[in-house]
């Protein structure tokens, strides 16, 4: 089992950049493929990008391609998200999530949660 608090977020401007944090507990991080997702206000939930669980694969939403990066350090069990060229459409709250089947950009792949950092993005 794994428990995960993100970190990171708050108000910036569009073009601005921000790097979210996902700190994780206990000594089996490197086991659990990773992902960030986010929910703006009355929007379900969506995919934002995904970890495999060295590190070497990444996958990402098309809408983020190229602005997010997301990487981890299993040394230091954390998972980050720099994203930079913020829009105002990046506005919601990102969560981090763990999985110990393979990456994947489906909400349901997913058995941990963070609880949330909230991005607003001004225009």
């Known amino acids: 089992q794994v428990q995960l608090e993100e970190s990171g977020g708050g108000l910036v401007q569009a073009g601005g950049s921000l790097r979210l944090s996902c700190a994780a507990s206990?000594?089996?991080?490197?086991?659990?493929?990773m992902a960030w997702f986010r929910q703006a206000p009355g929007k379900e939930r969506e995919f934002v990008a995904t970890?495999?669980?060295?590190?070497?694969?990444?996958h990402y939403a098309d809408s983020v391609q190229g602005r997010f990066t997301i990487s981890r350090e299993n040394a230091k069990n954390t998972l980050y998200l720099q994203m930079n060229s913020l829009k105002s459409e990046d506005t919601a709250v990102y969560y981090c999530?763990?999985?110990?089947?393979?990456?994947?950009?489906?909400?349901?792949?997913?058995?941990?949660w963070g609880q949330g950092t909230q991005v607003t993005v001004s225009s």
């Open positions: 999530a763990a999985t110990k089947t393979l990456y994947s950009s489906s909400v349901r792949a997913y058995d941990y």
């Open positions: 206990g000594r089996t991080f490197s086991s659990y493929a």
């Open positions: 970890i495999s669980r060295s590190g070497g694969s990444t």
